[in-house]
């Protein structure tokens, strides 16, 4: 089992399809991932399961992979009710996800703003760039650029995880171009199509960092380091001053009020 721990998720996947369906029972989606250069025991160590699941979850791989091995089973207290673990983040990090909160108030609109943009004769270019303007400004700049200028510099930056962290964020401006480009032609499809690109892509991409990337970060740090990163994110906040969060707050809420009313009409 030692060389396969150290072999790459995708390979082991490719020979044994069976082992991605387990990975997916346990909440750890290798199969859709666009790399899938991890290795075996990089994956699992990174979801930080309790050491019953992560004994059953290695046994029936180990089974998968070699069937007419003779692996002896994990013991299971099967009277142990295995309570969902409720994640606790260092304070820094806990900022980001509250951060993460109206990324995805925005994310929860976009269907409602698609359909209003398809029934309107003209495409309401204004309201548009203002949403690009929240995304540019408050997600990207304000908020990713926290992740990739401190969070993410306090592990492996060459990491699988970090990697795929950094192609999500490039994606998304990606796509973000594209909604602009949309506007700016008046385009409703190229608009729908990379609103809703964006929108999935970030939902899965918050869900990750929330659920898996943040708490395995958190594991890391010294309490030193936590504090380190606290003050280094509260300067890069202070150095766009308070104003900025609570005006891309205060677009949000018009924003649901707007769009409340349109679902309510
Ligand atoms: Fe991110
Ligand atoms: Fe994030």
């Avoid at 891309?248 to 309510?264: G, H, M, S």
């Amino acid at each position: 089992m030692e060389n396969v721990l150290n072999k790459e998720i995708k390979e082991i996947i490719d020979a044994c399809p069976e082992v991605g369906r387990i990975l997916d029972e346990y909440g750890i989606g290798c199969v859709p991932c666009s790399v899938g250069s991890c290795l075996l025991k990089d994956v699992v160590g990174i979801h930080n399961l309790d050491p019953e699941q992560e004994a059953t979850l290695m046994y029936r791989i180990e089974k998968a992979i070699y069937p007419g091995r003779n692996v002896p089973k994990p013991v299971v207290d099967k009277t142990k009710k295995s309570a969902p673990k409720k994640i606790s983040y260092s304070p820094p990090v806990k900022k980001l996800v509250e951060e993460h909160v109206l990324i995805k108030r925005l994310l929860a609109l976009i269907p409602t703003i698609v359909d209003y943009i398809e029934g309107s004769i003209k495409v309401d270019k204004e309201l548009i760039l203002k949403c690009v303007d929240f995304i540019r400004t408050y997600a990207d700049k304000y908020h990713h650029m926290k992740e990739e200028d401190i969070l993410f510099k306090y592990v492996d930056e060459k990491a699988e995880v970090i990697q795929v962290m950094y192609k999500d964020h490039d994606t998304g401006r990606a796509h973000i171009r594209q909604v602009v480009e949309g506007a700016e032609r008046g385009n409703k499809a190229q608009i729908k199509e990379h609103l809703f690109g964006y929108r999935d892509l970030l939902t899965q991409h918050i869900k990750k960092e929330d659920e898996i990337l943040y708490p395995w970060i958190d594991r890391q740090l010294s309490t030193a380091q936590v504090g380190e990163m606290f003050r280094k994110c509260n300067e890069a906040d202070a150095s766009v001053g308070d104003e900025l969060p609570r005006k891309y707050e205060r677009f949000i809420v018009e924003l649901e009020e707007k769009f409340l009313q349109e679902v309510a009409k």
